[in-house]
């Protein structure tokens, strides 16, 4: 009669299954999904950083196009010129058409008046229009370059747009209670030599 005998065989359940090629992938994967994850998402968000960037430029350009091409007369300082103001709306229009939520900037609040002559309008809003921080929207009209040692009177437009890393939700699923990346402002400015 034979004695069974029992140990620590390597055919038992448990060891055969944690023996096996299978689970030795499996676990690889688990450790190798979190930083997966984390690069695909940090791919995208500065993707989409960068995107904002150049939509941001291009209207920023359409926006000291526009004004430029007005002279300066209309600058009487009773309140933004129809320069400004046309330049202004074209802006806000250009952010809504690329689907980038204006910040509250088409709002009739959102225009600063003016009370003084200046050449000057800056507009700031603060958590409106559904964006998580300030947007400050700029346009000089007599913006002075220095080219070959003549002045060149320009019209510069300037956009600082708040942005918020999504990175953040992932980071607060691997490591709960973390936070990361705050809102940034993304800047993006454009200049014109004005046509007087």
């Known amino acids: 009669m034979r004695k069974r005998r029992h140990g620590n065989r390597r055919d038992d359940l448990g060891l055969r299954h944690f023996a096996s090629t299978e689970a030795s992938q499996l676990l690889e994967f688990a450790v190798a999904l979190p930083l997966l994850v984390v690069l ?19 209207a920023a350009r359409e926006g000291a196009r526009l004004a430029s091409s007005v002279p300066l007369s209309d600058v009487t300082g009773g309140g933004p010129p129809t320069s400004v103001l046309r330049a202004w709306n074209l802006v806000d229009a250009y952010l809504l058409r690329s689907q980038i939520k204006d910040c509250g900037l088409g709002s009739p ?4 008046a003016l009370t003084a002559l200046n050449y000057s309008w800056t507009s700031t809003t603060t958590n409106s229009g559904g964006c998580s921080g300030t947007l400050t929207f700029t346009i000089d009209r007599a913006y002075v370059v220095r080219s070959n040692n003549i002045d060149v009177i320009c019209t510069k437009v300037s956009i600082n747009y708040p942005f918020q890393w999504h990175f953040n ?3 607060q699923l691997l490591v709960g ?14 200049l014109m030599p004005n046509l007087e």
């Open 169 to 171: 939700r992932v980071i």
């Open 40 to 58: 695909v998402v940090g791919i995208f968000d500065f993707g989409e950083a960068l995107n904002l960037k150049h939509q941001l430029r291009d």
């Open 177 to 190: 209670g973390s936070t990361y990346g705050p809102t940034i402002q993304i800047a993006a400015d454009a």
């Open 109 to 112: 609040s959102a225009v600063p």
